[in-house]
C-alpha cells in the first residue's frame, strides 16, 4: 500500500495515516485504494508533520470511521444504518 497523500507528511504520519487507511479498508470492507483516498481527500493540504499533531490523540480505528462515515457522532451510533460520506468528492 503507497500513500501518495493530498497533504504534508513525515514518516510517522505518513505510517499512521496508512493504518488508518488499512483499518478503514479492513472494517468497512471498501479497497485499499479507496480507504486511501478517503484519507487524503479528508485531510487534503494540510500539514501533518508535527510531532504532537491532534491526529495521533485518536486511535486509527476512531480516524477510519471518522472519516468514512458522514455522520460526526457516527461512534454513539448503530453504524449498520449510517451513510458513508460521498467519495471522491464531486469536482465543482
Given at each position: 500500500?503507497?500513500g501518495n497523500?493530498d497533504?504534508?507528511t513525515?514518516?510517522e504520519?505518513e505510517?499512521?495515516?496508512?493504518e488508518?487507511?488499512l ?6 470492507n471498501i ?6 483516498g ?5 485531510w487534503?493540504g494540510?500539514?501533518?508533520t508535527?510531532e504532537?499533531?491532534?491526529i ?7 480516524w477510519?470511521?471518522?472519516i468514512y462515515?458522514e ?6 451510533k448503530?453504524?449498520?444504518q ?6 471522491p468528492k464531486k469536482?465543482?
Amino acid at each position: 500500500m503507497k500513500g501518495n497523500f493530498d497533504f504534508k507528511t513525515n514518516l510517522e504520519t505518513e505510517i499512521f495515516c496508512l493504518e488508518i487507511a488499512l483499518c478503514m479498508s479492513s472494517i468497512y470492507n471498501i479497497t485499499e485504494e479507496e480507504a486511501v483516498g478517503r484519507v487524503s481527500e479528508f485531510w487534503s493540504g494540510l500539514d501533518l508533520t508535527r510531532e504532537d499533531d491532534m491526529i495521533f490523540h485518536e486511535s486509527t480505528e476512531h480516524w477510519a470511521g471518522h472519516i468514512y462515515f458522514e455522520d460526526q457522532f457516527w461512534w454513539k451510533k448503530d453504524v449498520s444504518q449510517l451513510a458513508p460520506r460521498r467519495y471522491p468528492k464531486k469536482k465543482s
